[in-house]
């Protein structure tokens, strides 16, 4: 979408890059490793449009990568981010946004191509607001949604939306409501979702805080040709809390509970979120995330703590994952920079009554030598420990790279 009236478009910034990855392990297999080398070319494009009747956010990258030894097939690997918006009258917003990942399929799998598929996750829809008075708003909403996965064994789905909501501004500061949402989404497997949420939205700001979500009921029925539909009712909400703790360090926390599938776009919202696309059912999802973002002058640190829970209702399993993750990064002169990355996670499944243990780390070097031209080299080594012996491996790496962007 692009802008209208007097407003003019900042141009876009393209880039092209190349990088190649050695590692020790490329299968990360627990014995009998293979090491291969994996070079990749890629396009990337970022664009904001100015303020206009028409918005726009994109941020996109496109990758070929081949491996030396052909360990793996050649494959495209890509991710995408895109928001728009046009006003088309007074109370008429028409919204569209679109987000592409390289996602897994199963966490219990090491994450090599063999277990990565893409999902492409497109939405776009009316919203309708109307002012009753000077406090309070209607909001009317339609959405349709389509995911697509690239490989033919994941179920692609549809998904149609309705809501109502009610807002009354109590102050400058408060605001709250309520919300009634329907939706439908339907999988190429002919298995139908049938969802219900009613919600009290709400956001309140304070100086230096702000706190924003929405709590409440929610329903979700699947159902199977020739089969009975199976119902399911849960306290679903999701909360955000922004404080600004000084004027360098910036804490933020997000819980979000919601009945979906695997069609959903939860994993895009919280990127910690692994579903496990090998099932198809009604799932209850529940995300927490807890981080610090630390701006210290020419250094940055930021730290989060997050736990995620899968519950696949119509099997009765679940996936649980919690951990820490941290990066550090420092410039040591005008052009050269230096960043740290630190990552540990436990992975738990009902299934097989088994947990996993992940550690990475990776310490790398960046050097701009102007505007356009950016040369990276990092270093990486992960690690993997379970109660099942295949699922354990370990892997170090070394990456080498080059970016240049058209400004």
Known sequence: MSSSGHAV????????????????????????????????????????????????DLAARVGYSRWLDETFSPETTANAD??????????LVWEASDY????????????????????????????????????????????????????????????????????????PSLTAGLRVSVDQSEL????????????????????ATALSGALG??????SLQNSSPREYDSFVGNVLLVRQINVTTELE????????????????????FIFNLDQTSAVEVTALRLGTNNDLGAATFDIG????????????????SAGIDAFF???LSGQLNWTVGARYELFRYSADDTEDDVIRVNTGIDFQLNRQLNFVTVLGYETRTSDVLIREFDEAWVLVGVEYQFR
């Open 100 to 171: 592409l990942r390289d996602v897994t399929r199963d966490s219990r799998v090491t994450n090599t191509p063999n277990n990565r598929t893409q999902k492409n996750v497109f939405r776009t829809g009316p919203v309708l607001t109307f002012r009753l008075g000077a406090v309070d708003e209607l909001l009317l909403s339609a959405s349709y949604e389509n995911t697509e996965f690239r490989e033919p064994e994941q179920k692609d789905g549809e998904r149609y939306s309705g809501s109502v909501g009610w807002n009354h501004f109590f102050s």
């Open 188 to 207: 190429d497997t002919e298995e139908e979702f049938d969802r219900l949420t009613v919600s009290a939205p709400f956001r309140k700001t304070w100086a």
């Open 305 to 320: 703590l997050f736990a995620n829970r899968s519950d696949y209702l119509d099997i009765g399993i679940e996936e649980d």
């Open 329 to 331: 990064r420092r410039p």
């Open 9 to 56: 478009a900042a141009p876009a910034v393209f880039s092209v890059g190349l990088d190649s990855r050695y590692t020790n392990n490329a299968t990360q297999a627990p014995f009998d490793e293979e090491s291969d080398l994996e070079s990749r070319v890629f396009l990337g494009v970022q664009h904001t449009s100015d303020p206009g009747n028409c918005n726009s």
């Open 82 to 91: 895109f928001e728009g918006d046009c006003r088309l009258g007074s109370n």
């Open 253 to 272: 926390i997000e819980a979000s509970r919601e009945l979906t599938d695997q069609t959903s776009d939860f994993d895009a919202r919280f990127d910690d």
């Open 217 to 222: 009921y929610g329903q979700i029925e699947s």
